[in-house]
Nanobody, 128 residues
Framework: QVQLVESGGGLVRPGGSLRLSCTASQFTLDYYAIGWFRQAPGKEREGISCIGSSDGSSDGSTNYTNSVKGRFTISRDNANNTIYLQMNSLKPEDTAVYYC?????????????????WGQGTQVTVSS
């Protein structure tokens, strides 16, 4: 069974940083577009970042929702089959459960419309 596993969440003070990781069993993540999403209490899930495949099937471009641009960075570590989300200058409004997701088909972020493989999520809490 394919699994995506997130890690790296925790409690951090405003202005602090965290790095989230997303790994997968049975699939090589560099072949696919991978997205990061988050869901805050009482709010709808939102897509916050995406990275295209890195095997040459796409240009590997990244995108970010406006609220995290300039603060978050998505990247790949193909040797470790891991996608990272580096989060800097964290704000209380970043508090949410963070998920990585894919459909194991899309290679570009434009194609990744309805991911159907999700991890269990990792909690990020930004509070003083």
């Amino acid at each position: 069974q394919v699994q995506l596993v997130e890690s790296g969440g925790g409690l951090v003070r405003p202005g602090g940083s965290l790095r989230l990781s997303c790994t997968a069993s049975q699939f090589t993540l560099d072949y696919y577009a991978i997205g990061w999403f988050r869901q805050a209490p009482g709010k709808e899930r939102e897509g916050i970042s995406c990275i295209g495949s890195s095997d040459g099937s796409s240009d590997g471009s990244t995108n970010y929702t406006n609220s995290v641009k300039g603060r978050f960075t998505i990247s790949r570590d193909n040797a470790n089959n891991t996608i990272y989300l580096q989060m800097n200058s964290l704000k209380p409004e970043d508090t949410a459960v963070y998920y990585c997701a894919t459909d194991f088909w899309a290679v570009s972020c434009q194609q990744l419309r309805s991911p159907n493989y999700w991890g269990q999520g990792t909690q990020v809490t930004v509070s003083s």
